[in-house]
């Protein structure tokens, strides 16, 4: 068969829908030698070279639009123009990782991946443009008779919920995996070079004895629930803070502890930098921005805790990314982030986030141990099967 997959989220360095395609394309293209694959998307500029080279070498044929993938996406999206058979010729099966499908002059069958329904749930959390753009994907994925694939039960039942003109037997549920380089690294000489490139403690790179952490990883955007974030550690550190009425476990230093904020300006960013400026914690809180994937393992390792008390996740990678490194993670009992660890994982209560922290602090809990199983080879496996039939 012949395969077309829309790549243009790759444009989106750095983020969940980029990396899910990253990840996607490259193991389907190692499991699988049967078919043909033809790879697209849209940009005045050639994307990422090793990744693309990545692509070709496993047998990829790569094909570019030279225009902006915003505008290109419009015309698909709002004005039904551009068939992307014109670009890459007729294929037997699209598959769309981020549910936006273009127009074709041959009739197509289509697999189309949701990762989540967030826009439609928190629409007071989104401008009113993506609402839109997102309304009118949705709407092409459940009138064209697409397989429908979603990362987890919690997305199905929203889509379900949300659409119930949607054939639930269309939806397949499979859960996606994490790089291998997901581990925990024990080197700490190798952890203090990473955080010595990002400049997180100054001129004091002594030790991860004096240089300790919590990490949050993802867009800095109001449905993250950062500001909660930001005000547990500000409690944190105040006194006093711990059961037995010490500070850190000697010899941490609390006068060193950091919070590392890792990942792009989303909406409403500055009422994040606000609330650090007037809780006097600009040089405690670190606002890290993009960081790629090689050096994020290492900042797992070294972190104390993972931070993540998102409203809602259609997946959520970061907290099985750190777990997977070893490291805790603080999260919200709630969406696909319930489907992520075993019973018996301490999740954070609404207004017990402080408590929980300390908890997984103090006991030094074991997250990895809780973690369910997320393996790529697994999902194109799945993936494989459903374009054989």
Same mark, same amino acid.
């Given at each position: 068969m012949k395969i077309g997959i829309d790549i243009s989220q790759l444009n989106y360095e750095g983020?969940?829908?980029?990396?899910?395609?990253?990840?996607?394309?490259?193991?389907?293209?190692? %499991? #699988?030698?049967?078919?043909?694959?033809r790879l697209f998307y849209a940009s005045l500029h050639k994307l990422n070279s090793p990744v693309l080279n990545d692509f070709e070498k496993l047998g990829a044929k790569v094909y570019r639009y030279p225009i902006p993938h915003k505008a290109l996406h419009f015309l698909w999206g709002d004005k039904n123009l551009v068939p992307i058979d014109l670009l890459i010729g007729k294929v037997d099966v699209m598959i769309f990782s981020d549910y936006l499908r273009p127009p074709t002059l041959y009739k197509t069958k289509g697999i189309t991946i949701i990762h989540d329904l967030i826009w439609k749930l928190f629409p007071e959390k989104q401008d009113q443009k993506t609402i839109k753009y997102h309304e009118i994907k949705i709407k092409k994925t459940i009138e064209n008779g697409d397989v429908v694939i979603t990362d987890s039960e919690c997305t199905k039942k929203d889509l379900i919920k949300l659409y119930p003109q949607i054939d639930e037997k269309r939806i397949q549920i499979i859960y996606p995996g994490i790089g291998d380089q997901f581990k925990k690294i024990n080197d700490e000489n190798k952890i203090v070079s990473v955080l010595k490139k990002y400049n997180v403690f100054g001129s004091n790179h002594q030790s991860l004895i004096t240089n300790h952490y919590l990490l949050y990883v993802g867009a800095v955007e109001p449905r993250k629930n950062l500001d909660i974030a930001i005000e547990t550690f500000h409690q944190l550190i105040k006194p006093p803070r711990f059961s037995d009425g010490e500070s850190f476990p000697k010899p941490r230093r609390i006068d060193d502890f950091k919070f590392l904020i890792i990942g792009k300006a989303g909406w409403e960013k500055d009422k994040i930098?606000?609330?650090?400026? @007037?809780?006097?914690?600009?040089?405690?809180?670190?606002?890290?921005?993009?960081?790629?994937?090689?050096?994020?393992?290492?900042?797992? =390792?070294?972190?104390?805790?993972?931070?993540?008390?998102?409203?809602?996740?259609?997946?959520?990678?970061?907290?099985?990314? %750190?777990?997977?490194?070893?490291?805790?993670?603080?999260?919200?009992? @709630?969406?696909?982030?319930?489907?992520?660890?075993? @019973?018996?994982?301490?999740y954070a209560?609404?207004?017990?986030?402080? =408590? %929980?922290?300390?908890?997984?602090?103090?006991?030094?809990? #074991?997250?990895k141990k809780y973690l369910n199983q997320f393996s790529w080879k697994e999902y194109v496996a799945r993936l494989i099967s459903i374009l054989g039939n």
């Open positions: 983020t969940g829908v980029g990396n899910f395609t990253y990840n996607l394309v490259r193991n389907l293209l190692l %499991a #699988d030698k049967n078919n043909e694959y930098y606000e609330l650090v400026k @007037n809780l006097h914690l600009e040089d405690k809180v670190k606002f890290i921005g993009f960081v790629p994937d090689s050096d994020l393992p290492y900042l797992y =390792s070294g972190a104390k805790a993972l931070v993540y008390l998102s409203s809602y996740e259609g997946f959520g990678l970061p907290p099985i990314e %750190a777990a997977s490194c070893g490291t805790p993670v603080l999260l919200y009992n @709630n969406s696909s982030l319930s489907e992520l660890f075993k @019973n018996g994982y301490p209560k609404k207004g017990g986030e402080l =408590s %929980a922290l300390k908890f997984l602090l103090e006991n030094k809990i #074991d997250t």
